[in-house]
């Protein structure tokens, strides 16, 4: 199962990686491209610090987070059934981590562009890898609540 979490994950930090060169060279920061009025924008802002930029000026902390995170699912990933649903989790987790953790060791932040607006509310600018996390994050509970955590008394599927 590794291997092909490794894989995916190879996939998803290549595209995030492109994707924020990309940003990087035609976007001025801040300035907001619109795709879908009132709703879906592309930008470039620089944010130094997690999820609605939690944390913010604490590189050091959330590189060592990120490296303690992708260790404890590296473990963690063993304990899973084998299926195309968890492989795909751990890959997308595995792929956002370390695409965020490439640019907050490279730049000390990492590059969002991405901004959706539903009404009045201005939901955080966030980026590929971080989507992948949270896409990841939720597919992993989903197979937690569904039992599919190997243990001594079930066969593998």
Do not use: C
Not at 8 to 32: C, E, R
Not at 56 to 69: C, E, K, N, P, T
Not at 88 to 117: E, T
Request: avoid cysteine; proline fraction near 1%; hydrophobic fraction near 55%.
């Amino acid at each position: 199962m590794r291997k092909k979490s490794l894989i995916i994950a190879a996939l998803i930090l290549i595209i995030d990686q492109l994707i924020k060169i990309m940003v990087a060279k035609k976007f001025s920061y801040g300035t907001l491209k619109t795709i879908i009025p009132n709703f879906f924008y592309l930008t470039k802002v620089y944010n130094d610090g997690a999820a609605w930029s939690i944390f913010s000026g604490s590189i050091a902390f959330l590189v060592i987070l990120a490296i303690v995170a992708l260790i404890f699912l590296l473990n963690y990933e063993k304990s899973f059934i084998s299926n195309k649903k968890n492989i795909m989790a751990f890959g997308l987790v595995y792929g956002g981590l370390l695409g965020n953790l490439i640019d907050r060791v490279m730049y000390n932040y990492v590059i969002d562009y991405i901004k959706l607006v539903f009404g009045n509310y201005h939901f955080p600018i966030f980026n590929f890898a971080d989507m992948s996390i949270v896409i990841g994050v939720l597919l992993i509970f989903w197979a937690i609540i569904r039992g599919e955590e190997k243990n001594e008394s079930r066969s593998k599927k």
